[in-house]
């Protein structure tokens, strides 16, 4: 056993049995139902519901997260934890950072992302670039305490892509501790040091927490 999966609680310990997912993002979908597995809980998500994605116009992670878990634990009936996240590359001063999923524009499109991207980060020589998380979980719409957990994934932005796994800015981003990109980690290694892997063992360990103060 792992020391996430024997931090972690139950689908019986956290109160609920099902939760709604507030992503229609396939990589993220993947990502989040590997690292939920072991809440042993029903997890579906917002599209599965026919459930819109809600806008995200606030110029933080934390309120965009949570506008996102109220819109689908509303629609859904359901508690539900949403994720706001970007990449933050220092040389542009944190961008994309809350745009990072339309930083080119409408339509989202990882491809014209990444282009800009490089594009941006042309002869510049300080590549120093981290990825943010912030996961919001609410027990009901009107929750007067969501849960929050936030975690960092420190890299480099890379000028040729490596690696075909991952989604979003990976195949440019390189890992510090182990050299790859996040295109070429594994998933269970890549959960094991993203940014939404580390917020996602500190929201465990926080609903862990509250069960066992109860």
């Not at 599209?47 to 819109?52: M, V």
């Not at 929750?143 to 890379?158: K, L, S």
């Not at 295109?183 to 360990?205: C, V």
Request: charged share 20%; hydrophobic share 40%.
């Amino acid at each position: 056993m792992t020391s996430s999966q024997s931090a972690s609680p139950s689908g019986h310990a956290t109160g609920f049995s099902r939760l709604v997912l507030a992503s229609a993002n396939p990589g993220k979908v993947r990502e989040f139902r590997r690292l939920l597995s072991p809440l042993l809980i029903d997890v579906i998500t917002q599209a599965d519901l026919g459930i819109a994605e809600v806008p995200e116009p606030h110029v933080t992670f934390i309120e965009n997260a949570l506008a996102k878990a109220r819109h689908a634990s509303a629609y859904a009936e359901l508690p539900a934890l949403a994720d706001d996240s970007g990449i933050c590359v220092a040389a542009l001063n944190g961008a994309p950072g809350v745009h990072s999923a339309r930083y080119a524009g409408e339509p989202a499109s990882d491809r014209r992302n990444n282009e800009k991207l490089v594009a941006a980060m042309r002869s510049v020589t300080d590549r120093r670039a981290h990825y943010y998380c912030v996961l919001v979980l609410v027990r009901r719409a009107h929750d007067p305490e969501p849960i929050v957990a936030e975690g960092a994934w420190h890299g480099t932005i890379v000028e040729n892509p490596r690696g075909g796994g991952g989604f979003g800015y990976d195949p440019y981003f390189q890992d510090n501790e182990t050299g790859l990109t996040g295109a070429e980690l594994p998933l269970t290694k890549k959960n094991e040091i993203s940014h939404r892997g580390r917020a996602m063992r500190a929201l465990l360990a926080k609903l862990a927490d509250m069960k066992g103060n109860e």
